[in-house]
């Protein structure tokens, strides 16, 4: 069976939040606030794991850190220790974009 789980997000929700150390703590991993140079980054892997949560139907049942979003080394995104699953990020102007397919 397939899921699909995606989520939109505006960028400037997310570019206040990360000023705030606790918020980013508690969303993002060391790996994931390494990887970020701007709220753009920010916002797409923040839709990865809302995205993430909504293909596997259970709601948040974890805290966002403890799932990692990770880049190989072509850029292209994946959920690390997830296999069967394809993940897109995209932004563009005000927007940030996350689609993920698991089977």
Known sequence: MF???NDILKI???EKAVQKEHFKKSVFTDYEIKHC????SYAGIFCAKEA????LG???DKK???IEIRHDEKGKPYVKDVENCDLSISHDGE??????IMW
């Open 3 to 5: 899921r699909v789980g």
């Open 12 to 14: 400037s929700r997310i």
């Open 37 to 40: 140079k701007s709220a753009e």
């Open 52 to 55: 993430y949560f909504k293909a």
């Open 58 to 60: 259970t709601g948040i």
């Open 64 to 66: 966002l850190n403890k």
């Open 95 to 100: 927007y940030a974009i996350a689609t993920i």
